[in-house]
């Protein structure tokens, strides 16, 4: 069924949960990521995109730095990848602690390729790259300098990614995310397959862009001998990106009745020893279903939403629709 990409927008959400507390809602018309909540009593609650007000400013500008979230959670005794920043000619011009692109891929090298490189301050899995030569590294530093000036070098970690959410001491989400990968047919190009993936996440309600002309699909390409007009054997899989992140078209698998307790608690506490009540913990680990053993902290998000989540079926666009009920009960108390 063809369904309206907005239809598990924030905005759409809050058009069906505002009026069973007899509140209000003001939204931008034009796009519809913007909006003011008015409560019964007078009281009024912005938000913007996943953004709300139950976070304090400060916790969640920290979280919105890669490198100052490690920083901290390190010394709270958490695993975080090793890594180091490095920053523009502009910023380095400015900056008593110079560390420039070619240090980082001296770091890089020090390290270890395949590593990841991301801007330390993006999201949306913007420009997050896994590198596994020079050219590669020089090629992603400068189109991340060339948008902003700090860039975080990485090592590696092996695992599967998992996103639990969080709100005060509940969990109301704990997913797997696997990077867009296609299968061959025997018939269609790359490029027709990822134009077919592109239109089955708009019949799900999944709001995803997908550019065949991306530099990392490029990469991914060349490594494996193909360009974007081979035509894939049948069941050949070829893995478009090599970051999950589900707005560059990720795949979802549901854990929320499986993750273990022991994932939950460390979850929660990261969330309390941020200072934050709302977020996005990010773990590389084996399976969150089983007891915590291993795992790598890769971010945390301050302002998660489960609008792609919600698109897996009715049960999690329930759980969806009774995460953001409880934001608004939480704000309508404050």
Excluded: W
Aim: hydrophobic share 40%.
């Amino acid at each position: 069924m063809i369904i309206d990409d907005k239809k598990y927008s924030v905005t759409e959400f809050l058009k069906v949960l505002v009026p069973r507390i007899n509140a209000t809602l003001i939204s931008e018309p034009e796009f519809e990521n913007v909006g003011c909540i008015i409560f019964k009593n007078g009281k009024k609650e912005y938000y913007k995109n996943t953004s709300f007000s139950l976070n304090s400013f400060a916790s969640a500008e920290i979280a919105k730095d890669k490198n100052y979230t490690n920083f901290f959670l390190k010394r709270m005794g958490y695993k975080v990848p090793d890594g180091q920043t490095f920053f523009s000619n502009k910023l380095n011009s400015y900056l008593q602690i110079k560390r420039t692109i070619h240090d980082g891929f001296e770091y890089a090298k020090s390290i270890g390729f395949p590593v990841i490189i991301k801007p330390n301050n993006l999201s949306r899995g913007r420009l997050v790259t896994k590198i596994f030569n020079e050219e590669e590294y020089y090629e992603t530093a400068e189109k991340i300098f060339s948008i902003t000036d700090v860039m975080l070098v990485e090592r590696f970690y092996y695992g599967n990614d998992f996103r639990v959410l969080v709100l005060d001491e509940d969990i109301f989400a704990a997913y797997q995310r696997e990077p867009l990968k296609i299968v061959g047919n025997g018939i269609s190009r790359i490029k027709e397959l990822i134009v077919e993936k592109q239109n089955n996440f708009v019949k799900a309600g999944r709001k995803v862009d997908i550019d065949y002309n991306d530099y990392r699909l490029i990469h991914n390409l060349k490594r494996n001998n193909y360009t974007i007009d081979t035509i894939l054997d049948k069941g050949i899989v070829f893995q478009i990106l090599d970051n999950a992140n589900l707005s560059s078209g990720g795949t979802i698998y549901d854990f929320t009745s499986r993750i273990h307790q022991e994932f939950k608690k460390l979850a929660v506490n990261i969330t309390k020893d941020m200072k934050l009540r709302l977020c996005g913990v990010d773990f590389l680990t084996d399976d969150v279903s089983k007891p915590v053993s291993d795992y790598t902290l890769l971010e945390i998000n301050a302002s998660p939403g489960l609008n792609n989540y919600a698109s897996l079926g009715v049960k999690q666009l329930a759980i969806a629709h009774s995460f953001y009920f409880r934001i608004l009960e939480l704000l309508e108390e404050e």
